[in-house]
T-cell receptor
């Protein structure tokens, strides 16, 4: 079974530029998550989708971050414009559950490492 | 609000020695608890999870953790460290009640080094 795929693996941009990350979850997984992992910290949830609907985006900085999951499969996360403090690893995860069970196992992709100069 | 605290950002053990990684949680309601491992340049992989069944939970790669409500702890152990265990380990908590969305709250992580 293929895992969660993410691209690109690395991205370097200047501040105020825009950037987009792509995630392809495990086939059949209804729930998709985007996390931000700043160096030296644990991952922090940015947004959770169930199919193509948003379940939780309370920690997404909506003035600069946006995410979509068209057709309930792939997802893109965009930052526009980027700030220095956005430098982090952006992790995508998926689960087969509804996203409303606390015991659902989340499967993580390898992440995209973003450096903002 | 729930949270987890991992004591020690870096732990070093010798190969064959006991591994003990500490995690304490704070939650106003019974929690579910998880341990994840992250190898360099890879995503997180679930080691084990506590979901209110047995308090001693066995995971992959010989790891286990014990839920102790009186101590609000969920420490991760392995009797004998192997070089391949060198990685970063994250403890995470989520809520155990209807309506919870399963959102994981992670600790800051503990980097495990294994000396030959």
């Amino acid at each position: 079974e293929a895992g969660v795929a993410q691209s690109p693996r690395y991205k370097i941009i200047e501040k105020r530029q825009s950037v987009a990350f792509w995630c392809n979850p495990i086939s059949g997984h209804a729930t998709l998550y985007w996390y931000q992992q700043i160096l030296g910290q644990g991952p922090k949830l940015l947004i959770q989708f169930q199919n193509n609907g948003v379940v939780d985006d309370s920690q997404l900085p909506k003035d600069r971050f946006s995410a979509e999951r068209l057709k309930g499969v792939d997802s893109t996360l965009k930052i526009q414009p980027a700030k220095l403090e956005d430098s982090a690893v952006y992790l995508c995860a998926s689960s087969s559950g509804t996203g409303r069970s606390s015991t659902d196992t989340q499967y993580f992709g390898p992440g995209t490492r973003l450096t903002v100069l | 609000a729930q949270s987890v605290t991992q004591l020690g950002s870096h732990v070093s053990v010798s190969e064959g020695a006991l591994v003990l990684l500490r995690c304490n949680y704070s939650s106003s309601v019974p929690p579910y608890l998880f341990w994840y491992v992250q190898y360099p340049n890879q995503g997180l992989q679930l080691l084990l999870k506590y979901t209110s069944a047995a308090t001693l939970v066995k995971g992959i790669n010989g790891f286990e953790a014990e839920f102790k409500k009186s101590e609000t702890s969920f420490h991760l152990t392995k009797p004998s460290a192997h070089m391949s265990d060198a990685a970063e380990y994250f403890c995470a908590v989520t809520l155990n009640y209807g309506g919870s969305q399963g959102n994981l709250i992670f600790g800051k992580g503990t980097k495990l080094s294994v000396k030959p």
